[in-house]
């Protein structure tokens, strides 16, 4: 019961973050990343360092993120569980910004 509301919050933050993200095209902000990465927070923790088992995603290299989400959204990792709804969530440049922000490519400001 608990894992169903942690998903059904988690999709409730992507799909917010996701109309914020929208509303200025394909570009999206610092501002709107830090938006779209508090749905994050809650399986892989605080500033993506990782809750185990759920993995960490700061300082994977941008292309690295990428290709994960994408194959998330693409049902092509065994084993996953809610990551592959989640990821359908996300367009492409706002992947991109997440993987930008979990790099740390906004310096001094991202994780």
């Known amino acids: 019961m608990q894992r169903w509301r942690w998903a059904l919050a988690a999709l409730v ?12 095209g394909s570009a ?4 709107e990343a830090t938006v779209l990465a508090d749905g ?4 892989h923790g605080p500033g993506g360092t990782g809750m185990p088992p759920i993995p960490a995603i ?8 990428i ?6 959204r693409a049902d092509l990792v065994p084993g996953a569980t809610i990551m592959q ?7 492409d ?7 930008r922000y979990y790099a740390g490519g906004w310096t001094g400001s991202a994780p």
């Open 85 to 91: 709804r989640i990821a359908l969530g996300y367009d």
């Open 13 to 24: 933050v992507v799909g917010t973050a996701g109309a914020v993200a929208a509303q200025n």
């Open 67 to 72: 290709m994960l989400m994408q194959d998330f």
């Open 40 to 43: 994050c927070v809650n399986c």
């Open 93 to 99: 440049s706002e992947i991109a910004a997440l993987a």
């Open 58 to 65: 700061a300082g994977l290299a941008p292309e690295t993120f």
């Open 28 to 31: 999206v902000t610092f501002d």
